[in-house]
């Protein structure tokens, strides 16, 4: 009989799980505030309308349920044969007609969520291989896709923000990104601090300190607009590339 609950038995997995899915309810609670007139609308992301970001979110949830499935079996299932069909994918499923973008959301949610619970304590530990190349745990796969729905469900620009996402999120996000920039080098001379807490990232000798509240601070670092953040008393600067 198929287990009604996670496997696993890691208290600390068990809460990134629950991160994961929660994040997941909030972009089916933001998608479902939308008529279907209003999923032709821009998103946040330059040239992705409303209908890309979900059909990215649910193309996502079946490239995640891949890795998942490789992690169980063994055998590789790769998340995409290429970023190149991964675009073609997303750019096909924003055709799609409203009920069928909808159901390819949940659907896909559905069946991810599942393979997560029914994923065996020890297959957590293998080795699975994203789009970029990376080897991670299985484990990665949840941070991976609690990134993916949280940010964008900001990105379906229908009232969400970045003060609506967990500090835990925010905070493991804004490490990731200044990770990638100190990875390329790319946040010489560049110091960002948050507000309140003992956060700071990059270069200490810096000229440029971009400052901020949490929230306000990792919207600027995704490339989502610098409300609510400073750059001493010039302007702040676009933030580095992080993807």
Known sequence: MVARHDLTTDPGLQEQLLQARRGTAFFARKLNELTDA?????????????RHVVAHVGYNARAIARLVEWASTGVETPMYPSIAVRDEEINFGATLSPIALRNLFDHSAV????????LPEDAWHHTVRTILGREVPASETVWMRTREVWVHAVDLYNGASFGDI????????????????????????????VAGTD?????PDAAVVVAGPLAGVVQWATGRGAGGVTAGAGPVPAAPKWI
């Open 38 to 50: 209003e999923l032709d609308g821009d998103s946040l992301l330059p040239g992705w309308s409303r």
């Open 111 to 118: 069946h991810l969520s599942v393979e997560w619970r029914d």
């Open 166 to 193: 967990p500090a835990s999120v925010l905070e493991r996000l804004l490490r990731d990104i200044a990770g990638s920039w100190a990875a390329r080098g790319t946040d010489a001379g560049l110091l960002v601090s």
């Open 199 to 203: 956060l700071t990232f990059g270069d």
